[in-house]
């Protein structure tokens, strides 16, 4: 078991670490960042001075510009870049791009690497169509988007909505079931340019984050012509593809919110040490340690784990228990760290006079983004009464 951290990645943590305090915390007044997120006009600025401080794209192919960083190291980058909200728009490794990127360069074609990952990995934007009003979510079996078979190709039909990124989105990545044909009842992927007739932006939803460019969106598909070269990966290999993309994008969130989790602690720690209340510095009252105790114990926890997870990703392993239950031990460790914060700055907590209050509002939803964390339990508890049913350990 090997615990140090190679220097060429402490070096670009701190790298990064300096450029979000120096260059990207300065932004986040700016009124640029709307409750939709970062104008594009913002975000293009944040990218190009990520770009000159040599952090941009830590995760994309070095043979497309990225640094090409694997899993793990991802982990120490991803937290600095987290200390912001900002911070992972600046260099271009937020969601859906960041996933999406991945997906591209283990399941694109060389035509679709050049089309669409060369770009992604130099800035464009992205979006993934996979969760229904009244379908597909939690339970991906409810897919109810149709790819109907029509000579060579298909017609796509469907409604998708929290959809992030989908305005400014240079392509489109769609789930649907194919109807006809040998894959009849099967989900794909589709990779279209977003600019293809059939697919509409019907509304932009109010969400209580608002860190994400281009914020989130309900779509429609109407008449989508795709064809065979449209497809990603293969036919009827929809879901083989998702877990392609699910178990590292599941972790990445970790990382990023793990980061801003961090900041919110740090601000309670600076509040706690210099704000007297009963005689002495309010961190001294025992009731508001013990909550700072908990706060670095979480967050050591949920490090230790998801860098336990993306190890295994990087030996080669699905890792699909272990980043399920890095999901939910980060997504739990990181609300009470931040709900603790917000609890012991007070009535300032709850303010924008502070970044608590919205990294608070911020990562309530990473409960339920990527699997709320009762799908994961139930599953995680399946496995081990199949396994102690059959004798496994």
């Known amino acids: 078991m090997e615990f140090s951290t190679p220097p060429h990645i402490a070096d670009l943590a701190e790298k990064t670490r300096n450029f979000i305090r120096e260059k990207v915390i300065p932004f986040e007044k700016d009124p640029r960042w709307t409750e939709h997120g970062p104008t594009e006009d913002l975000r293009r600025e944040l990218t190009d001075l990520g770009r000159a401080s040599g952090v941009f794209a830590p995760h994309a192919p070095k043979e497309f510009g990225g640094l090409g960083l694997g ?54 934007r992205s979006c ?8 597909a979510g939690a339970d991906p079996s409810l897919l109810a988007t149709t790819a109907k078979v029509d000579g060579n190709g298909y017609v796509i039909n469907g409604r998708k909505w929290f959809i992030t990124g989908a305005e400014g989105a240079e392509f489109t990545i769609i789930m649907a079931k194919i109807e006809g044909g040998p894959e009849d009842g099967k989900a794909t992927m589709f990779i279209v340019p977003s600019d293809r007739a059939g697919i509409k932006l019907v509304r932009q939803m109010d969400t209580l984050d608002t860190a994400f460019a281009g914020g989130h969106w309900e779509m429609e598909f109407e008449g989508l012509k795709v064809d065979q070269s449209d497809v990603l990966g293969a036919p009827g290999q ?42 002495q510095p309010l961190g001294k009252h025992e009731g508001v340690g013990f909550m700072l105790a908990d706060n670095e114990m979480d967050i050591r926890t949920a490090r230790l784990s998801l860098m336990q997870a993306a190890w295994l990703l990087d030996q080669g392993e699905t890792a699909a228990e272990e980043s399920s239950m890095a999901k939910v031990q980060c997504s739990e460790a990181i609300w009470r760290i ?56």
Request: net charge positive.
């Open 71 to 124: 899993h793990l190291e991802r982990a120490f980058v991803f937290e600095e870049a987290g200390y912001s909200l900002l911070g992972p728009t600046a260099l271009h490794c937020g969601a859906p791009d960041e996933g999406n990127t991945h997906l591209l360069e283990v399941a694109a074609n060389p035509s679709q690497r050049e089309q669409f990952l060369a770009p992604l990995a130099k800035g464009a």
């Open 238 to 279: 929809g879901f083989k593809q998702a877990q392609v993309r699910l178990a590292p994008a599941r972790l990445t969130h970790c990382m990023r919110w793990l980061g801003a989790a961090r900041r919110a602690h740090d601000t309670a720690l600076a509040y706690a040490n210099k704000r007297v209340v009963f005689g």
């Open 338 to 393: 931040v709900d603790n914060a917000v609890q012991i700055l007070g009535g300032s907590g709850t303010s924008a006079d502070l970044p608590v209050e919205r990294i608070f509002r911020e990562v309530r939803g990473f409960r339920i983004y990527d699997g709320p964390s009762e799908v994961h339990r139930w599953s995680l508890a399946r496995k081990a009464l199949k396994r102690a049913a059959t004798g496994g350990v």
């Open 128 to 135: 993934f169509a996979m969760t229904e009003p009244d379908g």
